[in-house]
């Protein structure tokens, strides 16, 4: 298949595309590819829900999948909640956050939500292209969503917000679009507290799978999404339990 190609999938009517090769962010060297699709239509948001089963992901109006020409190191991992324990240190983080409070965010995009998202990419992310986003392309983000989508926000005691999650609601389960948070507090896990929320969130909508995106397991920065177990990571067309300790698949490299 060659960049720029349309292909057909299973439904009549929905169409595929590649878009141009980018340097990949996750592993030094390597060539990053997606197949996308445009969501649209009256079934939407039961297609993306078939998409996210698929090991699709969505920003904006958009599905997408790692389909690289050279490695299938990127792998869609889910948790089932259901089964879910938290270890040691979640726990510990569950308690670290007491102070806390979560609550969807009736207000769509906010100044005070983009000038936290503006400090977590200065510092997690510099040379990342969300760097660069005006409020336009953040309210974009947030607001640009085909199917249902919430806002959480995560205060501290003193009114502060220090952690902001997207998430989209399916029938599949709960798919996390992006976590943003205080970036520079080494003696907090923002981001593991707004995951454990989210698993407790999934719990109690009585869904089966909260969905963390994609996963390479040689990157640093994705490492702490295998910490949360058990865990499933879709490969070969099914999902399957991610085992401990994960053993890499023979075409990751191809």
């Known amino acids: ?46 297609d993306m829900s078939e998409l996210t089963l698929r090991g699709y992901r969505r920003m904006f109006d958009v599905a997408f999948s790692p389909d ?9 991992l889910r948790l089932p909640v259901a089964i879910f324990t938290p270890s040691r240190q979640q726990k510990r ?5 007491r102070d806390l409070t979560c609550r969807e965010s009736s207000r769509g995009a906010t100044l005070e939500q ?18 660069e986003m005006n409020f336009d392309a953040y309210r974009d983000i947030v607001e640009c969503s085909p199917v249902p989508s919430i806002v959480l926000e995560f205060r501290a005691m003193d009114g502060a917000l220090v952690c902001v999650s997207l998430i989209d609601i399916m029938s599949c389960g709960i798919s996390a679009i992006y976590n943003f948070y205080v970036p520079d507090c080494p003696h907090r896990s923002f981001g593991i507290f707004a995951i ?11 869904l089966p799978h909260l969905y963390l995106g994609n996963w390479v397991a040689a990157s640093a920065k994705m490492a702490y999404k295998s910490s949360f177990r058990p865990a499933e990571i879709f490969q070969d067309n099914g999902w399957r339990p991610l085992d401990a300790p994960f053993s890499h698949p023979k075409d990751v490299r191809r």
């Open 1 to 46: 298949m060659t960049i720029g190609q349309i292909t057909t999938a299973t439904k009549p009517k929905r169409q595929f595309y590649h878009l141009p090769e980018e340097s990949c962010p996750y592993l030094e060297g390597q060539r990053e590819r997606k197949r996308v699709t445009l969501l649209q239509g009256p079934h939407v948001a039961a």
């Open 114 to 131: 983009y000038h936290l998202f503006q400090r977590y990419q200065r510092v997690r992310h510099p040379s990342g292209a969300m760097r």
């Open 93 to 97: 983080v569950l308690r670290t956050h």
């Open 196 to 206: 454990l929320q989210l698993i407790a969130l999934t719990r109690q909508r009585d």
């Open 68 to 76: 690289c020409v050279m490695c299938r190191a990127c792998l869609p």
